[in-house]
């Protein structure tokens, strides 16, 4: 929302999330560009009304928050003949750090190169960086890191390290300074652009008065990125059902933290669905 600002252009703000809504604005208002989370591109691009709107006003989209399947780029450029850019970045980074720039080489997979100002490397576990092409932690400095958080030394002290943003995941860069990244060292689902840590979810499902044992996992989807799915270990001769835990879920967690999908095994180690 700050660049557009920063040039004097326009932003088009919205009441109410609606894909036919967003459609409707983007012909109307003659948008130039999108800035979403993948899910939303990709609802775009798999809605069954989408030739029914003019998009042509439309120069290119920036996504994050969350991967975007990297085989769908070239399917927006076909079907609606923007090209989709990805960026990377952190509260912590005001929020950007890492882009994909429109004038360099695409690589699929990759979020891109660090923006102006900035500086990236990937760590080992000993705090030595590591050669091209060898994953680690993603660290990062320059002028979009934090000063630290609000009367937090401790915590700024953990993740600012000579100067250094640990920002938790996993990543490897190329020898052309390309980021890729693979996985997250800190242990979070990502779900619609939101962040949810498992052990929140799992303290709520351990005060079920049915419930033994639970743990919190991230599956794979494709509209998402990543769904919550809860396991749980039930006790003997309790009835309680997915939806009862679902809608138990929704007293005490925000929507975005509620499972898609629950689970009920015999024992966590095994794992087994019942």
Same mark, same amino acid.
């Given at each position: 929302?700050?660049c557009?600002?920063?040039?004097?252009?326009?932003?088009?703000?919205?009441?109410?999330?609606?894909?036919?809504?967003?459609?409707?604005?983007?012909?109307?208002?003659?948008?130039?560009?999108?800035?979403?989370?993948?899910?939303?591109?990709?609802?775009?691009?798999?809605?069954?009304?989408?030739?029914?709107?003019?998009?042509?006003?439309?120069?290119?989209?920036?996504?994050?928050?969350?991967?975007?399947?990297?085989?769908?780029?070239?399917?927006?450029?076909?079907?609606?003949?923007?090209?989709?850019?990805?960026?990377?970045?952190?509260?912590?980074?005001?929020?950007?750090?890492?882009?994909?720039?429109?004038?360099?080489?695409?690589?699929?997979?990759?979020?891109?190169?660090?923006?102006?100002?900035?500086?990236?490397?990937?760590?080992?576990?000993?705090?030595?960086?590591?050669?091209?092409?060898?994953?680690?932690?993603?660290?990062?400095?320059?002028?979009?890191?934090?000063?630290?958080?609000?009367?937090?030394?401790?915590?700024?002290?953990?993740?600012?390290?000579?100067?250094?943003l640990?920002?938790?995941?996993?990543?490897?860069?190329?020898?052309?300074?390309y980021?890729?990244?693979v996985g #997250? &060292?800190?242990r979070?689902?990502?779900? %619609? @652009?939101?962040?949810?840590?498992? $052990? =929140?979810?799992?303290?709520?499902?351990?005060?079920?008065?049915g419930?033994?044992?639970?743990?919190?996992?991230?599956?794979?989807?494709?509209?998402?990125?990543?769904? #919550? &799915?809860?396991?749980?270990?039930?006790? %003997? @001769?309790?009835?309680?059902?997915? $939806? =009862?835990?679902?809608?138990?879920?929704?007293?005490?967690?925000?929507?975005?933290?509620?499972?898609?999908?629950?689970?009920?095994?015999?024992?966590?180690?095994?794992?087994?669905?019942?």
């Amino acid at each position: 929302m700050l660049c557009p600002l920063c040039i004097g252009g326009a932003i088009v703000l919205m009441d109410r999330f609606t894909m036919e809504g967003i459609l409707a604005t983007i012909q109307k208002e003659q948008v130039t560009y999108l800035s979403a989370v993948p899910r939303l591109f990709m609802g775009m691009l798999f809605h069954d009304k989408i030739k029914e709107y003019n998009l042509s006003s439309l120069r290119f989209g920036i996504a994050g928050g969350s991967p975007m399947p990297p085989e769908l780029f070239a399917e927006f450029e076909k079907h609606l003949g923007i090209q989709v850019l990805e960026g990377y970045g952190l509260t912590e980074t005001s929020p950007c750090c890492i882009f994909t720039m429109p004038d360099k080489v695409q690589k699929p997979g990759s979020i891109g190169t660090v923006l102006p100002g900035v500086e990236a490397k990937v760590l080992d576990n000993a705090g030595c960086e590591v050669a091209a092409g060898v994953v680690g932690e993603l660290t990062v400095r320059g002028n979009v890191v934090m000063q630290g958080y609000y009367k937090d030394e401790a915590a700024t002290s953990e993740v600012i390290r000579n100067g250094w943003l640990h920002t938790g995941d996993l990543a490897y860069m190329d020898e052309e300074g390309y980021v890729f990244l693979v996985g #997250i &060292k800190k242990r979070m689902i990502i779900t %619609s @652009g939101f962040n949810v840590y498992p $052990k =929140e979810v799992e303290l709520i499902l351990d005060m079920h008065p049915g419930v033994v044992a639970s743990k919190v996992i991230g599956e794979k989807d494709l509209m998402r990125g990543e769904i #919550i &799915k809860a396991i749980i270990v039930k006790k %003997s @001769g309790d009835e309680t059902d997915k $939806k =009862e835990i679902m809608q138990y879920c929704r007293l005490y967690l925000s929507v975005y933290k509620v499972p898609r999908d629950v689970v009920f095994v015999a024992t966590l180690d095994e794992g087994g669905e019942l």
